[in-house]
């Protein structure tokens, strides 16, 4: 299987002189520590946020403030995890024809530093505006990663392409990502010699993720679909995050809706049907709260969660989105709780600091 890879992110984020200090000392120290031995695996944590759009309303801002400003109140979170991944919904393009569509959304390609700082390393790119300039506008984008070393999944100049997985490597657990749009417009699809995004119907989702499994430890899904600005789930959504944890998904990571939907445990795995909002250049009141989710697997299965509530409205936040106070952060947990009980059993998902209860139903 055709794989993409990403160089190890481990110094990426630390300063050389920092790391060559931190090696002397724990040098020094062995005897007060307990390290990995050779070939030894641990957890390695994953990142995940929800729509990152860098276009619109955003890009006056940017060009005042810089590509690092809508990420600085979330950086730090973002550089503690091994791995981070966002769905960028904007191209990143100067070019291209704006598609016959209600809104269109691009970004200069020098934004992508922005994302790059934060220390983001995959983005997926199933959802329904990576094509809003048409097929210049998706090569400019995937030519921009391919030159930053940022990984990407879920769309490509063919079906075979779009529908590749993402691989990376840490600490000798290969994790592969798979990313799905179920979200209108149809002429965004791949199709055998026609670029596009990846949509799949749940026979081809299993081969497709039963294929992945086979080369790696840890099958990340993620799906752009449901409705916009709507909690409620429509039956699909259920159907096919099922069908993709029945086939080897270790986790399903969910967007679009523009607002939180709810947690399920299913066989023993996490769904987060919406993670909502990140980063988006638009004003909209009904854009309230996102959520940024980490997650520590081993090279066998998701070990634990915890859910991040964000503030991303933009006439509060200006577009730079921020961790919830104590009480914001208490009530947003409660509220996700009572959404997720349908999905549950009856169940809480949450403890009240945001930690997912991993129970099978």
């Not at 799906?223 to 709507?230: A, D, L, N, V």
């Amino acid at each position: 299987m055709a794989e993409r890879y990403l160089r190890e992110k481990s110094f990426r984020k630390w300063p050389i002189l920092t790391a060559i200090i931190f090696l002397g000392i724990a040098t020094q120290a062995a005897g007060q520590f307990s390290f990995l031995k050779a070939g030894q695996k641990k957890e390695v944590s994953i990142l995940f946020a929800g729509d990152l759009m860098l276009g619109n309303e955003l890009i006056p801002v940017i060009k005042e403030l810089g590509a690092d400003y809508p990420f600085d109140s979330v950086a730090n979170v973002i550089r503690e995890e091994d791995i981070a991944v966002a769905n960028l919904e904007s191209p990143l393009t100067v070019g291209g024809k704006a598609q016959k569509k209600k809104y269109t959304f691009a970004a200069p390609p020098s934004y992508i530093d922005g994302p790059v700082h934060a220390g983001f390393d995959l983005f997926t790119l199933a959802n329904n505006h990576i094509l809003d300039f048409g097929v210049d506008g998706l090569n400019s984008t995937l030519n921009t990663l391919r030159k930053t070393g940022v990984l990407f999944c879920g769309a490509g100049m063919n079906y075979a392409e779009a529908t590749k997985p993402a691989i990376i490597m840490r600490d000798g657990i290969r994790f592969g990502f798979l990313a799905f749009s179920l979200t209108y417009p149809e002429s965004f699809w791949a199709k055998p010699g026609k670029a596009g995004t990846a949509y799949v119907d749940c026979p081809n989702l299993g081969k497709i993720i039963r294929e992945t499994k086979k080369s790696v430890d840890i099958v990340v899904v993620s799906f752009h679909w449901g409705g916009e600005y709507r909690e409620r789930l429509k039956p699909y959504q259920v159907k096919y995050a099922h069908q993709a944890i029945d086939a080897g998904a270790d986790i399903v990571i969910g967007h679009h809706p523009h607002t939180l939907q709810g947690l399920e445990i299913y066989r023993g795995k996490l769904i987060a049907y919406s993670l909502g909002n990140f980063i988006f250049g638009t004003r909209n009141p009904k854009a309230y709260y996102g959520a940024l989710l980490k997650a520590w697997f081993s090279e066998k299965a998701l070990v634990d969660a915890e859910i991040i509530p964000i503030s991303v409205n933009n006439y509060k936040v200006q577009f730079q989105p921020k961790r919830l106070s104590l009480d914001e952060r208490t009530s947003e947990i409660r509220h996700l709780n009572s959404i997720s009980k349908g999905l549950n059993g009856g169940a809480m998902i949450l403890n009240a600091d945001g930690v997912v209860r991993m129970k099978s139903n």
